[in-house]
């Protein structure tokens, strides 16, 4: 059995009964019914996934950060070259980077992977080789990869979380680094929703109007080369995704195969939800919105993903960093579950 086969046989739906005892605690807390809005979900959301009434808070945290290239890049859809994707990948491993700032206070360890980054390996202390190949081919001439790339990218998610995260219960997040990732993750939401690419297409980087309709067009013909099949979700990522994408849906499909909360950070990071939810549609049940993009396809993604967005802070730097902004709003939720006091503990008259 494969690690994939055998990851989706173990996603299982969370339980039902812990939930509803959380949601029964939380009615009994020194508040009205509901007035945590959002906290409240999180937390009786996190019992069930626990397999436990009263929640615990994670024992660790991780940011996981996914590197690869994207050999559509070559079409210029990118304001930045290829270069910047290593250059980045330093930086964060020095820990200069925004994801680094956000995980360090929310008391999360950033963990950098290379998938699939262009050209010979990168040698840096700290830099965890998960590679599949050198970057993506251009999908505008054929598939991005070939069908067992893309299962190994999704297994090197896969393997990276079992690798990193040993303690439980545990909070992840996921994030990711590649010039011209918005490209494919706009293709790969085009190609399982049917939308438009002229309605989910963003500026990425920063690039011009001229740019952008470029952008557009380079999607379509991806599309209209490959013709992705919208009911399998391997042959979508094979086709117009990414290796990095690949390995953030291997990541939530570990996460939902092992009982964790895994955060979602923006675009791209929703792309590879939507892969995962192809793949095992009850992974959905694990994953968290931490925020809405200001790329305008994030927006369809939530929808079709029916999650509901934690922050709405006009982001649209990846990274993880939404998710690591998430993190102790989460914590938050599972606080207030198991350190408020309801109205019999505190000798609260109830209305």
Do not use: Y
């Not at 690039?207 to 042959?235: W, Y």
Request: glycine share 12%; aromatic share 2%; hydrophobic share 45%.
């Amino acid at each position: 059995m494969s690690l994939l086969t055998e990851t989706l046989s173990k996603i299982q739906v969370p339980d039902q009964s812990c939930e509803e005892q959380a949601r029964q605690r939380l009615d009994r807390l020194t508040k009205p019914p509901g007035s945590l809005g959002i906290l409240e979900e999180i937390a009786w959301r996190i019992a069930g996934i626990q397999r436990l009434p009263l929640p615990k808070l994670p024992q660790e945290k991780v940011s996981l950060v996914l590197a690869g290239d994207h050999g559509v890049a070559a079409e210029g859809v990118s304001a930045f070259p290829q270069e910047v994707t290593p250059q980045m990948i330093f930086n964060f491993l020095q820990g200069g980077a925004g994801i680094n700032v956000l995980a360090r206070q929310a008391g999360a360890r950033v963990v950098v992977a290379d998938v699939g980054v262009t050209g010979p390996p990168l040698e840096k202390e700290g830099l965890i080789s998960c590679r599949v190949k050198s970057g993506t081919d251009n999908f505008t001439l054929g598939p991005a990869m070939s069908r067992e790339e893309a299962i190994e990218s999704i297994e090197a998610g896969i393997t990276l979380l079992h690798q990193q995260v040993k303690e439980r219960p545990a909070l992840v997040g996921i994030g990711e680094v590649g010039i011209g990732n918005t490209t494919p993750s706009a293709a790969i939401l085009a190609a399982l929703t049917g939308v438009a690419p002229e309605e989910i297409t963003g500026r990425g980087t920063g690039i011009d109007d001229k740019g952008l309709q470029h952008k557009i067009e380079v999607i379509k013909r991806g599309l209209a080369v490959n013709l992705p099949d919208a009911n399998d979700g391997l042959d979508v990522l094979s086709k117009v995704g990414g290796l990095e994408i690949g390995a953030m849906a291997g990541v939530i499909l570990g996460c939902a195969a092992a009982g964790i909360p895994v955060v979602l950070d923006g675009f791209i990071s929703g792309a590879a939800a939507m892969l995962a939810i192809a793949l095992a549609p009850l992974s959905r049940k694990f994953m968290f919105a931490s925020h809405v993009s200001e790329e305008p396809g994030h927006r369809i993604m939530m929808q079709k993903l029916e999650l509901k967005p934690i922050l709405h802070m006009e982001m649209r730097l990846g990274e993880g960093t939404g998710a690591a902004l998430a993190f102790p709003i989460i914590e938050s939720a599972l606080r207030i579950i198991n350190e408020m006091a309801t109205f019999a503990e505190a000798g609260v008259s109830e209305g």
